[in-house]
């Protein structure tokens, strides 16, 4: 049973910012997640949206921004926008860090940046989009990727295990046994999204996921300890 720390701790800590991927690894968890897109110049940024707005006190859409303009804005309690190195730098030796391919056009790029890092290991990249964990895998084949489906169908998850899949990572609300059965037949393990009490947590251990990704990891861990 593994904990993943969504965009760090998003219901503790401003979400994928450097102080919460550090509070959720202090928590003792097993992965914490991010997203990335790339800036007008592309520049590689931590952020789960499209746009700057609901997350900082700026205004745009990331990519028709600057770097340096995104930098300079508050992403919650005077945290920057981190870049992938820096949550790499924060991640590398502690956690595996899932890297969800979100902005269009990421994965060359994110890739790059794993390698330079000499990280290979320690990230697994995954996306909604089927064909951008393909390109991962085209880039380099020994890559982690993993499937992220709302509901999946049965071809649905045929279909990403072709692709060479580590897991799934599926929103708990419409997880099924039948699911967990199918991923584990395929020898790929399946990560509920993302229950954030503890009774959904818990919910989810009894049907049997191999893991549990929420914005609350410090409510899982705290019961997961005890």
Known sequence: MFVVGHRGAAG???????????????????????????????????MHDATVD???????????????????????????????????????????LLCELKGEGVEQAAVD?????????????????????????????????????????KEDIQNAIHLGIVGFDVHYRNLTLQMIEDAHAAGVNIIAWNPDTWAEQKAMIGLGVDGVSSDRPDILMSHLRE
């Open 12 to 46: 503790v800590l401003p979400e994928n910012t450097i102080k919460g991927f550090e509070y959720a690894i202090s928590l003792g968890v097993t992965y914490v997640e991010c997203d990335v897109h790339l800036t007008l110049d592309k520049h590689l940024v931590v």
């Open 54 to 96: 609901r997350t900082t006190n700026g205004t745009g859409k990331i990519e028709d921004l600057s770097f340096e303009t995104i930098r300079n804005l508050d992403a919650g309690e005077g945290a920057q926008v981190p870049t992938l190195d820096e949550v790499l730098a924060v991640t590398k030796g502690n956690v595996t």
């Open 113 to 153: 940046v794993v390698k330079r890092q000499g990280m290979d290991t320690e990230v697994m990249f995954s996306s909604f989009y089927m064909d951008r964990i393909q390109r991962v895998k085209q880039i380099d084949n020994t890559l982690s990727i993993r499937a992220i489906m709302a509901s999946p169908s």
